[in-house]
């Protein structure tokens, strides 16, 4: 299983009828999962920056739990998003450090669903009032999953609903949201294949800061290439500083074909790839734009702690 943090954007936990029923169930059924109860943590509303950028680093699907406060996050959770997303973490020049990871938004509403209509007292629907949320998404570079959302999830006593059937309904949208990030964090073929192309993705900037590439190999990874052979994270940085000093930003990484076969310890990956980039004029290739095909052969490992580590990349001309 892939790391999975949830954000629990509920002002106050201990009240609630149904976002601590569905936080329970994910701690009960979810392994490699952390969640951070911003109530608990930040009842001043000061957010701890690093601290939740580190937590985000450290994560492949973020999920934010919360109810659905006047068509949108509740206050808390707004300023999370404010202060945590910031520039050059989440957006900007060199604010990448998000891309590629999955992205769930699960929340409870109070009203029923016939409300949310264009003849009900709502008028939108949640998926319009969704999109800033989903643009949110889009801007970080995160992929954007269907929402996991219920209705009709507030208890006032004599006034709406019985507790049994809010918690009930609470336990049941806990299930499809277990259900959906055990699909997603599954480690099997399709993730590796996600793995890969989230890779390239990253790679195709060439950013600065190499943590975002180095969390994945392991610590004696062997990086076989034809500038030469490289070994650990180190040896990683080394080959990593010469293809910044050859080829520019914004490279084009293409799959033309991937095959991916399970191994006694992980998976083995075979790639053919196509490389279209420019090129710095004090490189060997002088500034030309240049397209090759390359095979690549990689290893990789699970690890319960660490999750998906390439302990082995080839590239070798095709």
Known sequence: MSRVLVISGHPNLPQSNTNQVILDSLEA???NIE?????????DYQIDISAEQQALLAADTIVLQFPFYWYSVPALLKKWIDDVFSYDFAYGTHGDKLHGKDFILSFTIGAPAESYDPLGYNHFPIAQLLQPLQQTAYLTGMTFHAPVY?????????????L???????????VRLIDKLNQLTQVDEAYVERFARNWFKSLDK?????????RFLSENVKWNMPEGQFVGHHGFNEWYCIA?????????H????MSVT???????VKLTIQLTAETHPNSEFKGDKIKIVVNENWKLRYSNSKGLLITHYEVTPA
């Open 29 to 31: 059924n979810i392994k």
């Open 35 to 43: 969640i951070r109860r911003l109530d608990a943590l930040y009842p």
């Open 150 to 162: 219920s209705h009709g999830m507030v208890y006032i006593p004599g006034v709406y609903n019985e």
């Open 164 to 174: 049994e059937d809010v918690q009930n309904k609470a336990k049941e949208h806990g």
């Open 206 to 214: 060439l950013p600065e800061d190499t943590s975002q590439f180095t």
């Open 244 to 252: 910044r000093n050859t080829f520019k930003p914004g490279c084009d």
């Open 254 to 257: 293409q799959i033309q074909a």
């Open 262 to 268: 399970k191994s006694e310890v992980g998976f083995d």
